[in-house]
């Protein structure tokens, strides 16, 4: 359980052991890792404000009136989302957790003989009562503040970094630039920071190489590389995050976890090769053999599979890879890096 969470189950003693009667309370605290600095998930915010839309009608209108509430409808589709869509970091967010995603992963997690959380009406939502109740006892307004606490402790680490990458273009030794970069390239790093970060070295780290093309021998020229990042970190892009003009690379950000991804990867994109970049400080070299090794197995030892996959591996890019990049660049690329990561930042977090 987060500390937050514990807190404010500490501040409501009146229901004993609230949190392990609570699958909505435990469901929640599943989904709000991003808080921590190691956390390795997204910040999940489709479906915590997916659930927070709901609740924030349902304290005003129905609180402690369970008998009545029994007859409620269900809120309407439009009133709900243009809250969703107001709220902090929600102005991009699509509705698939309120028309689906959120249920599966409840029935997921827990199971309890078919009880949805959010119970679909005809385009109209609301709360399964039985998640917010605890006996007689309404406990709706405690997971109210616990998602208002988990959106006021993310505004403050957004904060943060903003005021850090303030203080960093503001720096003027490009050693101090590039140590504190380094710091934030960690394996405990957040998903989204690291992808953005990566991309903002390997813009910079690209831009100097170039190539020859043409249609026609007379027609070659040199062009110099640009890499493209395809959106937002949580978009749904088929899985390319980057893509560099104009040899037509394709980047992945992933990090080390199960390399059933890696293969998944490979099968959206119909087997075009693939440069990963990979939250992690192992060596490229470990890297490369562990995915080997993986696709052996899953290979089973056919050939035809294991070539297959392999040929989809154009490129490991690791942190280490990454330091290396960064330390390459020269004064006025480095505080390039400093303002893509910044703008990159700011976009993400709807920040002008």
């Known amino acids: 359980m987060h500390k ?16 392990n009667q609570s699958p909505l309370i435990q469901y929640l605290d599943s989904k709000m890792g991003a808080i ?61 957790a309120l028309n689906s995603r959120v249920n599966g992963e409840f029935a997921n997690k827990f199971n309890l003989l078919g009880k949805e959380l959010i119970i679909i009406n005809e385009g109209r939502y609301a709360l399964h009562i039985d998640m ?14 616990i998602i208002e606490k988990y959106i006021a402790l993310l505004k403050a680490k957004d904060s943060s970094l903003v005021a850090k990458l303030k203080l960093l273009l503001e720096e003027k030794d490009a050693k101090v630039k590039k140590e504190k970069i380094n710091e934030l390239l960690e ?21 100097t190489k170039f190539v020859y093309f043409g249609y026609e021998l007379e027609d070659v020229k040199k062009e110099f590389l640009e890499l493209y990042k395809t959106g937002r970190t949580n978009a749904n892009d088929g899985g390319i995050d980057f893509v560099m003009r104009p040899v037509g690379r394709l980047f992945q950000v992933t990090e080390v976890d199960t390399y059933d991804k890696y293969l998944l990867d490979m099968d959206k994109v119909v087997h075009f090769p693939i440069t990963f970049v990979i939250k992690t400080e192992k060596l490229k070299v470990d890297v490369s053999r562990e995915i080997s090794d993986y696709i052996e197995q899953k290979s089973g030892g056919m050939i035809i599979l294991k070539d297959k996959y392999n040929k989809c591996i154009e490129e490991i890019i690791t942190i280490n890879e990454l330091i290396a990049y960064l330390n390459l660049l020269d004064t006025d690329s480095v505080n390039q890096v400093l303002i893509d990561i910044d703008i990159y930042y700011r976009m993400e977090l709807n920040i002008s």
């Open 4 to 19: 937050f969470i514990k807190d404010i189950m500490d501040d409501n003693k009146a229901i004993p052991d609230l949190y």
């Open 36 to 96: 921590n600095g190691d956390s390795k998930t997204r910040r999940s915010l489709g479906n915590i404000y997916a659930i927070y839309s709901i609740l924030n009608f349902y304290t005003k209108d129905w609180h402690s009136k369970k008998n009545e509430y029994k007859k409620f409808k269900g809120y309407d589709y439009t009133k709900l989302f243009e809250f969703y869509r107001s709220l902090y970091g929600g102005d991009k967010l699509q509705n698939h």
């Open 132 to 145: 917010l109740y605890v006996g007689d006892e309404d406990i709706s307004k405690i997971i109210q503040t």
């Open 187 to 207: 394996e405990k790093a957040e998903a989204r920071i690291f992808e953005i970060i990566s991309y903002a070295i390997l813009k910079s780290y690209y831009k």
